[in-house]
């Protein structure tokens, strides 16, 4: 996997500031930020609600742009690429994983495995095989024909999971994953994606304030208004 | 897959997918129908001239077109006949003898073309025999007339009684012969009726001191698609000093009409387009919007923006072909049993009759106009989804991933 690239950083984050403006009123998300993550990783960002978590995975993540600051992915710099560069970017290195699961209603969840596989070209048999094999090594191999509204929360973040891996990206980044899910279910999953972590070499990078997530982590980054007060391996 | 995701969407939202694909259907109807009937009333207007009067050849004395009097007829028409003997194989012939004059009767007259014909011949190139509404058609014997039933009444004549014709001769006297009403005639055009009498060719002729004389021959080929074609070799084979026209020249303004009618659809097709192309902009805008957070997810797991762009337009490809094929099936519903049986607009009979049209309308469903609509529906669903699909991809995924 690509996860098990040897490059001694995935992401750097170099003093990175976002503003936003509420009403006309600057607000800083984030205030000086410097971060990088290693192959491997299994990190943490915690922090009270407010704390700029989510603002901060989303700048790693290229969804949004720092105000201030560089961030380089595998060593590119993100603010020299296009729309169409970043969605390239995204497609091939970064898995995502929303709180909210976020699957295509539309779409099984072998299909919504699939999906970001068919975005890079991948042909249908190759995608389809790879798309059970990985539904069947999450456990819910069963669950292939069925739409999201007829899964419980636990077994769409288990697509949403597969998904985000189907592209052996370099990176997943998980924002709040257990937050919709009880405590056993998240256990679980947790489980799921240390046996990833540890199995195949894919880095994580989670948002949370979950104790349960806290825990597991092997790095422990705490925001606090903006700035990394904490950065620690976990023990 | 993005053709699978894109009819799942339609799906997803089916009385919204079912309401635009019902108003496309609509359109469409709307549109192979009103192109149908208009070009059935114009092609009846056509062959309704060409049938009752004009034939789709005429073979006349060279000037005879630019002035129809008597003197412009044919006196020798021995090489005439010859040609047309040859030249008109699958043809039928008719020759008449036509002049300006007046038919009175005790009470009033009225200016008429006095048409001189050979009733067995006439019958088998034009149509008035088909609409007798009292009498019989006229026989061939001496002293008959056949008048509408417009002239009857301004007249205030009927079946039986005697009316006098009145027209200048060729040495300018004045000849004249009373005629029994043998026939009463009702067509699909007042305008013919009331300036048209028949009379025998004989009596025509004796009456102009014009023996042998005919105004113009008629030739109708039996396929009339070779109309040109026989037109043509019998223009060729004529020696000079006659002109042979087709009903294009005979009839140019109502052939001018159908070629400004196949310009002007356009318009017609282009306030249909646009009407259409509103409801999908409008429709297809709620769906992307709705989808909002969908689209920011999309992106976020990195669909390129053509990708989605793409989504949406098939989305709308989609809706217009359906719309296309089902209204398609219904135009065909109504238009097969009509154009057996003919729209009857008896309620607009004077308006109709006016033209030149008759009261029942058969519409014809031309190549053209199904071809136009399988193009045009379909291509401006896909112009309507143009903007929304631009307004998603320009949405910002961080911010599209917020919405609820």
Same mark, same amino acid.
């Given at each position: 996997?690509?996860?098990?690239n040897?490059?001694?950083e995935?992401?750097?984050?170099e003093?990175?500031r976002?503003?936003?403006h509420?009403n006309?009123?600057?607000?800083d998300?984030?205030?000086g930020i410097?971060?990088?993550?290693?192959?491997?990783?299994?990190?943490?960002i915690?922090?009270?609600?407010?704390?700029?978590k989510?603002?901060?995975?989303n700048?790693?993540?290229t969804?949004?742009?720092?105000?201030?600051g560089?961030?380089?992915?595998?060593?590119?710099d993100?603010?020299?690429?296009t729309r169409?560069?970043?969605?390239?970017?995204?497609l091939?290195?970064?898995?995502f994983?929303f709180?909210?699961y976020n699957?295509n209603?539309?779409?099984?969840?072998?299909?919504?495995?699939?999906?970001t596989?068919?975005?890079r070209?991948?042909?249908?048999?190759?995608?389809?095989?790879?798309?059970?094999a990985?539904?069947?090594?999450?456990?819910i191999?069963e669950l292939?024909?069925k739409?999201?509204n007829?899964?419980s929360?636990?077994q769409?973040?288990?697509?949403?999971i597969?998904?985000a891996?189907?592209?052996?990206?370099?990176?997943?980044?998980?924002?709040e994953?257990?937050?919709?899910?009880d405590?056993e279910?998240a256990?679980k999953?947790?489980?799921?994606?240390?046996?990833?972590?540890?199995?195949?070499?894919?880095?994580?990078v989670?948002?949370?304030?979950?104790?349960?997530?806290?825990?597991?982590a092997?790095?422990?980054?705490i925001l606090?208004d903006?700035?990394?007060?904490t950065d620690?391996?976990?023990k | 897959?993005?053709g699978?995701?894109a009819?799942?969407?339609i799906?997803?939202n089916?009385?919204?997918?079912?309401?635009?694909i019902?108003s496309?259907?609509i359109?469409?109807?709307a549109?192979?129908l009103?192109d149908?009937?208009?070009?059935g009333?114009?092609?009846?207007m056509l062959?309704n001239?060409?049938?009752?009067?004009?034939?789709?050849?005429?073979v006349?004395?060279k000037?005879y077109?630019?002035?129809?009097?008597?003197?412009?007829?044919i006196?020798?028409?021995?090489p005439?006949?010859s040609v047309?003997s040859?030249d008109?194989a699958s043809?039928?012939?008719?020759?008449?003898l036509?002049?300006?004059?007046l038919v009175?009767?005790?009470y009033?007259?009225?200016?008429?073309s /006095? &048409? @001189?014909?050979?009733?067995?011949?006439?019958?088998?190139v034009?149509?008035? *025999?088909? =609409?007798?509404?009292?009498? %019989?058609?006229?026989?061939?014997?001496?002293?008959?007339?056949?008048?509408?039933?417009?002239?009857?009444?301004k007249l205030?004549?009927?079946?039986g009684?005697k009316v006098?014709?009145?027209a200048?001769?060729?040495?300018?006297?004045?000849?004249s012969?009373a005629c029994? /009403? &043998? @026939?009463?005639?009702?067509?699909?055009?007042?305008?013919?009726?009331?300036? *048209?009498? =028949?009379?025998?060719?004989? %009596?025509?002729?004796q009456?102009?001191?014009a023996?042998?004389?005919?105004?113009?021959f008629?030739?109708n080929?039996?396929?009339?698609?070779?109309?040109?074609?026989?037109?043509?070799?019998i223009?060729s084979?004529?020696p000079?000093?006659?002109e042979v026209?087709?009903y294009?020249q005979?009839?140019?303004?109502?052939v001018?009409?159908l070629?400004l009618?196949d310009?002007?659809?356009?318009?017609?097709?282009?306030?249909?387009?646009?009407?259409l192309?509103?409801?999908?902009?409008?429709?297809?805008?709620?769906?992307?919007?709705?989808?909002t957070?969908?689209?920011?997810?999309d992106?976020?797991i990195?669909?390129?923006n053509r990708?989605?762009f793409t989504?949406?337009l098939?989305?709308a490809?989609?809706l217009?072909?359906i719309?296309?094929?089902?209204?398609?099936?219904v135009?065909?519903?109504i238009?097969?049993p009509?154009?057996?049986?003919?729209?009857?607009l008896?309620?607009?009979?004077?308006?109709?009759k006016?033209?030149?049209?008759g009261?029942?309308?058969?519409?014809?469903?031309?190549a053209?106009?199904?071809?136009?609509?399988?193009?045009i529906?379909?291509?401006?669903a896909v112009?309507?989804?143009?903007y929304?699909?631009?307004?998603?991809?320009?949405?910002?995924?961080v911010?599209a991933?917020?919405?609820s």
């Amino acid at each position: 996997m690509d996860g098990k690239n040897t490059n001694t950083e995935i992401v750097r984050v170099e003093n990175v500031r976002k503003v936003y403006h509420d009403n006309g009123v600057p607000v800083d998300a984030l205030r000086g930020i410097n971060l990088t993550v290693s192959p491997g990783d299994f990190s943490v960002i915690a922090g009270p609600s407010g704390s700029g978590k989510t603002t901060l995975l989303n700048i790693v993540g290229t969804l949004d742009k720092p105000t201030e600051g560089k961030v380089y992915l595998d060593g590119e710099d993100v603010a020299s690429k296009t729309r169409r560069e970043l969605a390239d970017m995204r497609l091939r290195k970064i898995g995502f994983v929303f709180q909210a699961y976020n699957l295509n209603p539309v779409l099984s969840a072998l299909e919504n495995v699939e999906f970001t596989m068919m975005l890079r070209g991948i042909d249908a048999g190759k995608r389809k095989r790879k798309s059970l094999a990985l539904l069947e090594e999450l456990g819910i191999g069963e669950l292939a024909n069925k739409r999201p509204n007829e899964m419980s929360g636990g077994q769409q973040q288990r697509v949403a999971i597969a998904r985000a891996i189907s592209n052996e990206p370099r990176l997943v980044l998980a924002d709040e994953p257990t937050a919709n899910l009880d405590s056993e279910t998240a256990v679980k999953l947790l489980e799921l994606m240390e046996r990833l972590n540890h199995e195949d070499g894919i880095t994580f990078v989670f948002s949370s304030h979950d104790p349960q997530v806290i825990e597991r982590a092997h790095r422990l980054l705490i925001l606090k208004d903006g700035q990394i007060v904490t950065d620690k391996v976990n023990k | 897959m993005i053709g699978k995701i894109a009819w799942r969407n339609i799906l997803r939202n089916k009385r919204r997918s079912l309401i635009l694909i019902v108003s496309i259907a609509i359109g469409v109807v709307a549109m192979v129908l009103t192109d149908a009937v208009s070009i059935g009333m114009m092609r009846q207007m056509l062959t309704n001239q060409i049938g009752a009067d004009a034939g789709y050849i005429q073979v006349h004395k060279k000037g005879y077109q630019a002035d129809p009097a008597l003197k412009n007829s044919i006196a020798d028409t021995a090489p005439v006949r010859s040609v047309l003997s040859t030249d008109t194989a699958s043809c039928e012939v008719s020759e008449r003898l036509r002049t300006f004059g007046l038919v009175s009767s005790a009470y009033n007259s009225s200016g008429v073309s /006095i &048409v @001189g014909i050979l009733p067995q011949k006439e019958r088998k190139v034009t149509t008035v *025999h088909n =609409y007798m509404v009292e009498g %019989t058609y006229l026989s061939g014997n001496p002293g008959d007339i056949i008048i509408s039933t417009a002239t009857a009444e301004k007249l205030r004549v009927g079946l039986g009684d005697k009316v006098v014709i009145m027209a200048s001769r060729l040495d300018g006297s004045v000849g004249s012969e009373a005629c029994r /009403i &043998v @026939g009463l005639f009702e067509t699909f055009d007042s305008g013919f009726d009331q300036t *048209h009498v =028949y009379i025998p060719m004989q %009596t025509a002729q004796q009456m102009l001191d014009a023996p042998g004389r005919v105004s113009e021959f008629v030739v109708n080929p039996t396929d009339t698609k070779r109309t040109e074609t026989v037109a043509a070799q019998i223009e060729s084979d004529l020696p000079a000093g006659f002109e042979v026209l087709t009903y294009k020249q005979m009839l140019p303004i109502l052939v001018m009409q159908l070629q400004l009618y196949d310009q002007t659809i356009y318009i017609f097709y282009a306030i249909i387009a646009i009407a259409l192309i509103f409801g999908i902009v409008n429709t297809m805008l709620m769906a992307v919007m709705e989808r909002t957070h969908e689209f920011g997810v999309d992106m976020a797991i990195g669909m390129a923006n053509r990708r989605i762009f793409t989504m949406i337009l098939t989305e709308a490809l989609y809706l217009g072909v359906i719309g296309t094929a089902a209204g398609l099936v219904v135009s065909f519903a109504i238009f097969i049993p009509l154009s057996h049986s003919g729209w009857n607009l008896a309620m607009f009979s004077e308006s109709l009759k006016s033209v030149g049209v008759g009261t029942t309308i058969y519409p014809v469903l031309a190549a053209s106009s199904l071809i136009n609509t399988i193009l045009i529906i379909p291509l401006s669903a896909v112009i309507g989804a143009v903007y929304p699909a631009l307004r998603a991809i320009k949405l910002q995924p961080v911010e599209a991933i917020r919405a609820s």
